[in-house]
């Protein structure tokens, strides 16, 4: 079993920037992928980005250039730098690992960008 909590939400005016963390804990070797997905206020969750424990990232278009998802595979831990923050970014963002067939979320963390 692999849990999840993130930290690191907030309100933030447009243009600035916030770091979310999500640190697993359990069986944190056998994790595959963590990576971030948010879900705006009526709107389906979405991919934000991911990375693979190769090394390998991926992006939606929408945060290409302004987001950098890392991670420490020995830590169990993922980031998510975003930078040049849009109000359209706004919404719960939830960490995600893929371990196996199974998979884990956390509990969400809020991100609000306003003015």
């Known amino acids: 079993q692999v849990q999840l909590v993130e930290s690191g939400g907030g309100l933030v005016q447009p243009g600035g920037s916030l770091r979310l963390s999500c640190a697993a804990s359990g069986n944190i070797f056998s994790i595959y992928v963590m990576g971030w997905y948010r879900q705006a206020p009526g709107k389906q969750r979405e991919l934000v980005a991911h990375a693979t424990s190769g090394g390998s990232t991926n992006y939606a278009d929408s945060v290409k250039g302004r987001f950098t998802i890392s991670r420490d595979n020995a830590k169990g831990t993922v980031y998510l730098q975003m930078n040049s923050l849009k109000p359209e970014d706004t919404g719960v963002y939830y960490c995600?690992?893929?371990?196996?067939?199974?998979?884990?979320w956390g509990q969400g963390t809020q991100v609000t960008v306003s003015s």
């Open positions: 995600h690992a893929v371990y196996g067939t199974n998979s884990a």
